[in-house]
């Protein structure tokens, strides 16, 4: 998928609304998942999940992010230091109000079977409702599925469609 610009936000200070940011694995579970997601990617990338830069609350800088704990919530980005922050320009983020309806939306963990699948067998990705989101389905929820296909989107589809 072909990008306008790109704009990497070196200065959490400078984040805005609708930023992505892609994450690096710290745990086991999430090198494996690094690994199967590479699996037939053009370019290999060291991302695991994904988040949407939410706002400032005083000088705490909050995400909305769909995790398999707890589902669409916001949480502050202050406690992750691995982490690269994207400004995608020519393409519209939903309206942060709009964004907010999909708040306690639970986390599609069908999905991560699916793309698991995918890999593997090369079983093709079903078309995701939006009733459950895995994190980088819910940033490409945000920009209307403009980034990668509808069902497609993983960690690092997205950072190969954006970086």
């Given at each position: 998928?072909?990008?306008?610009?790109?704009?990497?936000?070196?200065?959490?200070?400078?984040?805005?609304?609708?930023?992505?940011?892609?994450?690096?694995?710290?745990?086991?579970?999430?090198?494996?998942?690094?690994?199967?997601?590479?699996?037939?990617?053009?370019?290999?990338?060291?991302?695991?999940?994904?988040?949407?830069?939410?706002?400032?609350?005083?000088?705490?800088?909050?995400?909305?992010?769909?995790v398999s704990g707890c589902g669409v919530h916001i949480?502050?980005?202050?406690?992750?230091?691995?982490?690269?922050?994207?400004?995608?320009e020519g393409y519209n983020v939903m309206p942060k109000?709009?964004?907010?309806?999909?708040?306690?939306?639970?986390?599609?963990?069908?999905?991560?079977?699916?793309?698991?699948?995918?890999?593997?067998?090369?079983?093709?990705?079903?078309?995701?409702?939006?009733?459950?989101?895995?994190?980088?389905?819910?940033?490409?929820?945000?920009?209307?599925?403009?980034?990668?296909?509808?069902?497609?989107?993983?960690?690092?589809?997205?950072?190969?469609?954006?970086?």
């Amino acid at each position: 998928m072909c990008y306008n610009k790109t704009m990497i936000i070196k200065d959490i200070n400078q984040a805005q609304y609708g930023d992505i940011i892609l994450f690096e694995p710290t745990r086991l579970l999430s090198h494996v998942q690094v690994k199967v997601d590479n699996i037939k990617q053009p370019i290999k990338r060291n991302f695991s999940h994904g988040s949407l830069f939410w706002v400032f609350e005083g000088t705490t800088p909050l995400m909305i992010e769909s995790v398999s704990g707890c589902g669409v919530h916001i949480s502050r980005l202050n406690m992750w230091r691995n982490f690269i922050i994207i400004r995608p320009e020519g393409y519209n983020v939903m309206p942060k109000e709009e964004m907010a309806k999909y708040l306690n939306r639970r986390y599609d963990f069908s999905k991560i079977v699916s793309v698991m699948l995918n890999k593997a067998f090369d079983i093709p990705l079903t078309v995701d409702s939006d009733s459950e989101v895995i994190c980088t389905e819910l940033i490409n929820l945000a920009y209307n599925y403009k980034l990668t296909p509808k069902g497609m989107c993983t960690p690092v589809t997205l950072a190969n469609a954006i970086l």
